[in-house]
């Protein structure tokens, strides 16, 4: 499942598309959005905007397509004429004369306006977005000592797009190894410094990976790794998806185990009570 950086890298690239371009087409797969075809494809895109893991399209008439991907949906970006080799269904498609964003299998979209858009139900309720830049380090500091929040635990707050929007599983272990902190705990247990380092991870992981296609492991480490032949998926992560492996700082072998039905990595040393 994508998570907040690999949107926003999605949207970017969408960006680069769809923004100023004249459309030259616009394609609903769903018979309720089809009678919006016309509209919009003789307007240009403002904007394109990921919000923790929804996508907002923006036209200039007051228009936005609002779509979230869920476990199956993909965006595909084509030159004009294209079509990518694939049996996903066709949900979405915007065509200008030079490319085609495609959005494939995704089956929560609408077109909204703008009071739509305010009283959108994930929108509303999302949490700050990690890898959205204007989200400071002291709003996500307030948001793990919140009450309403510290009593939960870590490994469904960081699932939770409620809570910071734009986290997902990867995210998850890797911020919690970073910060230190054991799987089992939740906000109230740990310290203060802890906590700082919490926040200081759920910002700084989600903005390196979006800058770096997905990479959350320490970059100068992942220099030194590269250059000895190591591999993308042994040098990309900390502690996920390395069970057995030995973690980068202690040598202890990386453990995983299943929290909240999705796996969860940790290093016991490191994570240690
Ligand atoms: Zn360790």
Sequence with gaps: ???????????????????????????????????????????????????????????????????????????????????????????????????????????????????????????????????????SLETVLARYQDKAWQRKRLISLLLDQHFLGGLGNYLRSEILFVAGVPPTYRPIDCSPKQCQRLAEASLHLPRQSFATAGITNDLERVEKLKAVGISRTHYRFYVFDRAGEPCYTCGTLIVRIEAGGRRLYYCPHCQAH
């Design 1 to 135: 499942m994508p998570e907040g950086p690999e949107i926003h890298r999605a949207a970017a690239q969408l960006a680069k598309v769809l923004v100023g371009a004249p459309l030259e087409r616009v394609f609903f797969a769903f018979p309720a959005l089809k009678p919006y075809e016309p509209q919009l494809q003789t307007q240009k895109v403002l904007q394109v905007q990921a919000r923790g893991k929804a996508m907002l399209i923006h036209f200039e008439q007051g228009l936005t397509i609002y779509s979230h991907n869920q476990l199956y949906g993909v965006w595909k970006v084509v030159k004009a004429g294209g079509e990518p080799v694939t049996a996903r269904q066709l949900r979405l498609g915007l065509y200008t004369p030079k490319k085609s964003a495609l959005l494939y299998s995704a089956s929560d979209i609408a077109v909204l306006d703008p009071l739509g858009l305010e009283q959108h139900p994930y929108l509303t309720r999302l949490g700050p977005d990690v890898v959205d830049p204007e989200t």
